[in-house]
């Protein structure tokens, strides 16, 4: 099993998890020709993937999923909630799945686990993605944390985790104030601390990576994230990966 990140952030997300020959994108935020080159950098064409996956319909998540999918015939899967919000968005997509936010389903070699979280979307999920045997956990897009997210994320070998602000910057940063209210609620962002407290709460005795993803360009920086992280696990800053936006990263093997 493997992973990498077309780019992760507010201008658009993508990642890709790959068992044995079946590859899946989770999000697709990006334009038609800007996603065909970012799978490019990672030795893909869009007839390599097997479905799309959508976490929820937030423009830098679900943005470029119609007309990525409609145009190379790709399956697209998200919840049901996800669907209704996205509303006729989806028509030229020929292939639309619908799940319900703890179903669990399999993509050939892939086996998906959904998990609900607090987020300012209509049912917004992330996913746990398994081969049987390793587990990929991504959750890009949290308020705050829940038992079941823990629960869900626990003895992963490898996670993709939001570190989307630190406080301080948010505080002092130009935004307007509701805008920093939204960000930093229940139903908002993750900030350093609070994604480094998640971690602290995980069972990590089997984790191999860890990604900071989803990082602001105005309110962050990759060094804090880090920090947070690696404090949080006792370990290097420099083990810690950072999913950027321009370039994501590349395959790292689970």
């Known amino acids: 099993m493997r992973f990498a990140s077309l780019g992760s952030g507010s201008e658009g997300n993508g990642l890709v998890a790959e068992v044995d020959r079946t590859r899946v994108l989770v999000d697709c935020g990006f334009g038609v020709k800007d996603t ?34 409609a145009r190379y015939d790709i399956p697209v899967w998200l919840t049901f909630g996800t669907l209704e919000m996205a509303g006729d968005r989806l028509d030229p997509v020929p292939r639309v799945f619908g ?19 607090p987020h300012d979307a209509r049912e917004p999920v992330q996913f746990v993605l398994t081969d049987g045997t390793k587990k990929l956990g991504v959750l890009t897009d949290i ?65 191999v990576h860890v990604i900071a ?23 290097s800053a420099d083990w810690v990966g950072i999913a950027d936006q321009g370039n994501g990263f590349a395959w790292r093997d689970v």
């Open 36 to 69: 065909v080159l970012r799978l490019a950098r990672l030795g893909l064409e869009p007839n390599d993937l097997a479905a799309v996956l959508v976490t929820h319909e937030h423009a830098d998540h679900i943005g470029g999923v119609a007309a990525f999918a």
């Open 99 to 117: 799940f319900d936010s703890t179903d669990v389903f399999a993509i050939d070699a892939v086996e998906v686990r959904p998990f609900p979280v």
């Open 143 to 207: 308020g705050m944390t829940t038992p079941h997210v823990e629960a869900s994320l626990s003895g992963c070998h490898a996670i993709v985790l939001e570190c989307n602000h630190d406080e301080t910057m948010l505080v002092n940063g130009s935004y307007p104030y509701p805008l920093k209210q939204r960000i930093g609620g229940r139903y908002g962002h993750l900030c350093n601390e609070a994604a480094a407290a998640l971690l602290r709460a995980l069972d990590t005795s089997k984790l």
């Open 213 to 235: 993803a989803h990082l602001s360009q105005q309110n962050n920086t990759p060094a804090l994230a880090r920090q947070a992280l690696a404090g949080a696990l006792n370990c």
